[in-house]
């Protein structure tokens, strides 16, 4: 065996570099964790409109089924745009890799522009694709339309949240999910839907505070000047 390991050198290429370990876990941590925090979010907002009612949670998850057809595409925006501003920051090209981001924005913002539209008009026809329960499509028509509304400012957030991905700023991106999702977003359902008895309407009225607040949050750290500047990766001469 060793002489078969020393001939073909099969271990040669498991040796791990500490500096390249540290920026994959610098920049992947925080995506995974960001994603759990959503998730977090999600199944909270869930639990909360079980207190307004089982109707209006099966409701919910309705909606929250058909506001796929919207979050889906924009990951794949998402996906595209972390391969441009990635590439070009490699090469150096700091101002085009901005400029993908913000095309691609604007791309995935006329999608969502489009389905909100659709959300708004004919809600009931679309809830018809997750349901035929006529009690559960009239309760959730008046929550998809405020959530078609939201998820017009989706588009560009997810977007750009990637274009900063890219860029080395997954711990920024992560701590505006988690200010934005489980400290605004849950308490405000909360307090609209079951503390102020509002209904499940209202609850979903969290939504579009919080999409917009976090759109806007992204959309001004990938506009600011250091957007591009925290790539944790020291330099090293690589042959």
């Not at 995935?108 to 539209?117: E, H, K």
Request: proline share 3%.
């Amino acid at each position: 065996m060793k002489y078969y390991r020393k001939r073909f050198q099969n271990l040669k290429h498991l040796i791990l570099n500490k500096n390249i370990i540290s920026a994959i876990l610098k920049i992947s941590l925080p995506v995974s964790f960001q994603n759990v925090f959503i998730l977090i979010g999600f199944l909270s907002f869930v639990s909360i409109t079980g207190l307004i009612g089982t109707l209006e949670q099966a409701s919910t998850q309705a909606i929250i089924s058909t506001l796929f057809i919207s979050f889906l595409p924009c990951f794949g925006f998402g996906i595209a745009v972390q391969t441009l501003v990635g590439n070009n920051l490699g090469a150096g090209k700091i101002l085009l890799a901005k400029i993908y981001g913000f095309e691609t924005a604007k791309v995935a913002t006329i999608y969502t522009i489009f389905l909100g539209f659709i959300f708004t008009i004919i809600p009931q026809y679309v809830l018809l694709i997750i349901t035929n329960d006529q009690t559960i499509i009239q309760t959730a028509v008046p929550s998809l339309r405020v959530a078609g509304f939201a998820q017009v400012f989706y588009g560009i957030g997810v977007v750009l949240a990637n274009g900063l991905q890219a860029a080395g700023r997954s711990f920024f991106v992560m701590k505006s999910e988690v200010i934005t999702n489980l400290v605004i977003f849950v308490p405000l359902a909360y307090f609209l839907g079951v503390y102020l008895a509002l209904g499940l309407t209202w609850a979903w009225m969290a939504l579009p505070v919080y999409i917009i607040l976090y759109s806007l949050v992204i959309y001004l750290k990938f506009n600011s000047v250091d957007w591009h500047t925290k790539i944790p990766l020291k330099s090293e001469k690589w042959t």
